[in-house]
């Protein structure tokens, strides 16, 4: 019992050791073509651990999407702290970095579609946001959270082929 004792200790300190997410990188992660160099519709799913000790468990992913000739991607992510103010759970907005830290964690880019096949496919992913069901709704465990949001874009969108990582908890709740 003291061995388990010891380790939560060491874990929670840790855990609470970290930055702030005040104060934690937002910076780009040199993974997305910059508009200026790259002229193509883009599709750009990522991911990266979540924030302090969720992300021992638990990731937060979102899209980029960039139509062709675009200056800027517009970036969708569900975010709970959007609900709390009372405004929609999908956060909205325009960068010419969607692959930015999530909060010190630095992004995985979990799929990329580029040229024609995004160009087709945009209309479909912004009709699929417009319809997402639990928009003015948020909850870790089990969801509707960030995980339930890109699952419903790839159910809603089966040409991304769109796989999750095991740690999108709360991918499962569109079913």
């Given amino acids: 019992m003291k061995f388990f ?14 930055d702030s997410w005040q104060t934690a990188s937002r910076e780009p992660a040199g993974i997305a073509s910059l508009p200026s ?24 992913p979102w899209v980029a999407i960039k139509e062709e000739k675009a200056i800027e ?18 956060k ?7 692959d930015r830290y999530w909060y010190g964690s630095r992004p995985e880019l979990l799929l990329s579609i580029k040229g024609d096949k995004a ?5 479909k992913i912004k009709a699929a946001i417009a319809l997402y069901p639990w928009m003015n709704e948020y909850r870790v465990f089990p969801g509707p959270n960030s995980n339930t949001f890109v699952a419903w874009l790839g159910a809603q969108v089966p040409e991304l082929e769109l796989v999750l990582p095991f740690s999108a908890i709360g991918s499962g709740y569109i079913n």
Wanted: glycine fraction near 4%.
């Fill in 73 to 90: 991607y517009s970036v969708y992510e569900v975010v709970g702290w959007q609900v709390k103010q009372g405004l929609p759970a999908i």
């Fill in 119 to 123: 160009s087709l496919l945009i209309p």
């Fill in 5 to 18: 004792t010891v380790v939560f200790i060491i874990l929670l300190l840790n855990a609470c050791s970290h």
């Fill in 37 to 60: 160099e790259d002229s193509r519709a883009v599709i750009e799913f990522y991911a990266a651990d979540a924030f302090s000790w969720r992300g021992w468990f638990a990731v937060h």
């Fill in 92 to 98: 909205h907005y325009q960068t010419a970095t969607p």
